[in-house]
């Protein structure tokens, strides 16, 4: 149901833009010769003949109000004229931004012939989105696919994957992603030239996706008015890749559209190594966080740590509050986007940014963490649920049946 209406929703708001993948068909059947010409000019189907084309151009989000009703300290606070948009990357097909990078590190590998259709295994150590990325392309373009992690990693991943037909390697949790990705090895090792290990930390197609696709969606979304842009930190595939597009990447002669963006990078304050790469200081203990897909534990190669203006610590606490408040303003995003728009409200209302056009980014739908703890409340309300009496006298056999009482 949420598939189906999350694809009538994405057809609409393609509606009015060139995007390639949709096949276009115009055929509404009129008894008359002129109006079925009018209809042709004005109607047409939009189709997405495979599930990656639903991939990207997600729509902004106007978050402006979060400024006002979110972690208000005084009056004069509120007369910022800061806009906030969210980019909505929890409407991709497989509800995160991880789509994106799925489909393009299978792109390029098929380009470079490195994989080959019911030939070639697909292995990724990846306990969340990733994997989950992997295995709808996996389906589509027709790849087996075996992905090692962590046993703490929640049922509702482990049933995603095993109901994309991913066959499922599960790791002792002490040795965390380091020992999901020594299993991930091994089975490469088992399967010769007919596996292929992804590494979606090392691959140059995670922040290409981003440079080529949600950097100028973003760009063209905002007429050029983008001004800081906040992103978490996973792989850094996103905060990379959209930096460079808006920034300039010579690398790929792509010249500055705006070298004054202000990037925000958003990490776990229980994990602060980027904050420290940047030559920052640590805050508070230091160790596990409850961010999932942001905070790896490692400083990817996939980032830029130039391209970064400022590192900004959320704890997991405050993250999951302002999920509550996204959740509560009818948006069901994931714990990551919690703590990018936390972060992003107190940039938006620095005195310095009074102005300014911000862009954050919601990297996950959030019904994919009812496991997580932020939910425990919820799950024990729910199930403590009872059913209520109905209003008396109650007879429904105008309907045809009879209703058993009780
Ligand atoms: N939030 C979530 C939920 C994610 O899955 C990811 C990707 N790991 C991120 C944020 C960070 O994105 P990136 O890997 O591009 O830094």
């Known amino acids: 149901m949420k598939q189906a209406s999350k694809l009538i929703h994405s057809c609409f708001l393609r ?52 400024l006002k009703s979110h972690g208000q300290s005084n009056d004069s606070d509120t007369t910022t004229n800061c806009r906030l948009y969210g980019k909505m990357e929890s409407l ?26 019911g030939k070639t295994t697909l292995v990724e150590p990846t306990s ?78 995670n922040a290409k996706v981003h440079r080529e696709t949600t950097g100028p969606e973003i760009w063209k979304d905002t007429d050029g008015t983008i001004d800081i842009l906040i992103s978490g930190v996973g792989t850094g595939g996103t905060v990379t890749g959209i930096s460079q597009y808006i920034k300039g990447y ?15 990078a958003v990490e776990p304050k229980e994990q602060m190594l980027l904050t420290e790469a940047k030559g920052g200081s640590k805050q508070g203990p230091q160790g596990p966080h409850k961010i999932q897909g942001m905070g790896a534990g490692l400083i990817p190669s996939v980032i830029d740590l130039n391209l970064i203006d400022e590192v900004f610590p959320v704890h997991s606490d405050d993250a999951m509050d302002t999920t509550r408040d996204l959740w509560m303003g009818g948006i069901p995003a994931g714990v990551s986007s919690g703590a990018i728009v936390n972060a992003a409200v107190q940039v938006c209302r620095r005195p310095e940014n009074m102005d300014k056009v911000a862009v954050c980014i919601i990297p996950s739908f959030g019904e994919r963490y009812f496991t997580h703890p932020m939910f425990e409340g919820i799950k024990e309300e729910a199930s403590n649920l009872t059913k209520q009496p109905l209003p008396e006298p109650y007879d429904n056999t105008e309907f045809g049946f009879e209703t058993a009482r009780g």
Do not use: W
């Not at 991709?92 to 259709?117: F, H, W, Y």
């Open 15 to 66: 509606a009015n833009k060139p995007v390639t993948s949709f096949i276009s068909t115009t055929h509404l059947i009129s008894l008359y010769p002129q109006q079925r010409q009018k209809n042709q000019q004005k109607r047409s189907l939009r189709v997405a003949a495979r599930p990656s084309d639903l991939v990207g151009e997600t729509p902004l989000l106007d978050l402006t109000h979060f």
């Open 92 to 117: 991709g097909p497989c509800s995160s931004v991880k789509d994106r990078l799925g489909r393009s590190m299978i792109d390029e590998a098929e380009r470079l012939n490195q994989i080959t259709p």
């Open 128 to 205: 969340g989105n990733t994997g989950i990325a992997l295995a709808f392309l996996a389906r589509e373009r027709g790849y087996k696919c075996i992905l090692t992690m962590p046993e703490t990693m929640s049922l509702e991943r482990r049933m995603m994957l095993l109901a994309m037909g991913c066959e499922v390697v599960l790791t002792p949790k002490e040795t965390a992603v380091p020992g999901a990705l020594a299993k991930a090895k091994e089975i490469m090792e088992g399967l010769g030239e007919n596996g292929f290990m992804l590494q979606q930390f090392e691959n140059p197609a």
């Open 250 to 264: 010579p690398d790929g002669d792509l010249p500055p559209l705006k070298p004054s963006l202000y990037t925000v």
